[in-house]
């Protein structure tokens, strides 16, 4: 079976593909292994992370660069009475004393995902150990869309980017599955140290438009730190240059003719984070290549709806 993370991530016609982020986060413990593991094991082909760096250079996955209260408990099962500690102050033994099993119930973002399962003994995993997963059947046939979260407002949160990359890549380089992964930040620095570092393995450019009242961080205007020192109008013709294969602009921040123009570059489109059905089926109309989702199987669910698969 020939893999390629380009040619697996591309639409073709009757299939569009599916991400599930991390892992399933509606339904599993985000960015857990039994969540990566169930899955996949539900016939997703493809999985979105977010990677950091402990104190030891291990790279893990976990998308805040602090642990989170509303998520975590300590080795007695406590809930953390607040963020922290900074994952890049740990070492890897350190985190393993944590449970990110289930969501702290009453909380904001516990009551984000009412459908999450609640399960206790989850620790964060290291990369190595979903890279040596989909290193063995069945999963041989597996793509990772990696995310490496850094953020140029706070640099004292992360090692420097030269550290970052090298410990992400390592095991996937280790493995052998620089054909089976994507490599997507929204800090494009770092999608410049993977170019030096890695430029076989293809990357993905996060993008998150101005917008009022944004509700998060806005990565794309004039002059953006996230941006590393491009510029320009036209948001996939300044990736295409700058040698990205993949945009991956919030689902909003879409509208067809950018899609087409992507395309005409030769860009893949991947939209984030679609959930409501309403909104997923306006990704499909949109002909976008890969649509992330909280809840992969309702994605499945409703290309089926409109004819397609996704593998
Ligand atoms: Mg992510």
Known sequence: MSVNALSDLRASPGIIRVHGHRG???VLPENTMLGFVQTFNAGVQIVELDVLVTADGEAVITHNPALKAASTRDESGEWLPEDGPLIAAVTYDELTRYDVGGL?????YGDLYPDQAFLSGLHVPRLADLCALVARPPYTDRLLNIEI?????LPQATPPIPDLVAATLSPILERGLSNRVILQSFDWRV???CADQAPHIPRSYLSYLPRPNAPMTVTIYSGSPWMDGLRGENLPQIIAEDG???????FQDLIARDVKVAHDLG???????????????????????????????????RLMAHGFRWQ
Do not use: C, F
Not at 104 to 108: G, H, I, N, S, V
Not at 149 to 153: A, I
Not at 244 to 250: D, L
Not at 280 to 290: E, F, N, R, S, T
């Open 104 to 108: 702290r119930p009453q909380t904001e």
């Open 24 to 26: 399933a986060r509606g």
């Open 244 to 250: 990205g294969s993949v945009w991956s602009p919030y």
């Open 267 to 301: 860009l893949i489109v991947n939209v984030w984070t679609v959930n409501e059905p309403s909104n997923i089926d306006q990704m499909i109309a949109l002909g976008v290549d890969g649509i992330i989702s909280d809840y992969p199987a309702r994605v499945q669910r």
């Open 149 to 153: 979260k850094s953020d140029p407002t």
């Open 191 to 193: 999608l410049h140290e």
